[in-house]
């Protein structure tokens, strides 16, 4: 990021230009890192920001490192419906509406799934590192 800011103040003849310049440009390496909109939901014409973003390896990255091999069960009112009489121990069908990759009827995702729903993998993991270091 640091050497993203030089190239701009670089490009720029004078301070004022140069921080309109880089405000823009972290507000949308932040929007297309794959959190605030989804890799999958992404307009095909952007998504090409994405794979220049080196934020958006970092969030795969840490992502990935976080939620492998992780278990997110859901409870209370993320559980639709909700309510006396609807619980999965008494046949009452429930589904989760709060995470992205959930199985219908699931009462719980697994980080993979979650994974996967966003295009992410934990495969990309040390990719996504030598992608940063270098």
């Known amino acids: 990021m640091t050497q993203l ?3 701009i103040g670089a490009a720029f003849p004078n301070f ?9 440009t972290i507000v949308a390496a932040f929007t297309y890192a794959g959190y605030m909109i989804p890799k999958p939901d992404m307009y ?3 998504v090409w920001f994405f794979w220049i ?6 969030f795969e990255a840490l992502l990935a490192n976080e939620f492998h091999d992780q278990v997110i069960p859901y ?29 219908p ?7 993979d ?6 295009s992410f993998s934990h495969r990309n993991l040390w990719r996504n590192f030598g ?4």
């Open 105 to 111: 009827r699931a009462t719980s995702v697994t980080g």
């Open 75 to 103: 409870m209370g009112p993320f559980l639709v419906p909700n309510g006396e009489g609807y619980s999965p121990e008494t046949g009452g069908g429930q589904a989760y509406t709060g995470v992205r990759g959930a199985p």
């Open 53 to 58: 973003n080196p934020m958006a390896y970092a």
């Open 5 to 7: 800011f030089r190239l």
């Open 44 to 46: 095909p014409w952007f």
């Open 131 to 134: 992608i940063l270091c270098a």
């Open 16 to 24: 004022d230009a140069a921080t309109k310049a880089s405000g823009f």
């Open 113 to 118: 799934q979650y994974l996967a729903s966003m």
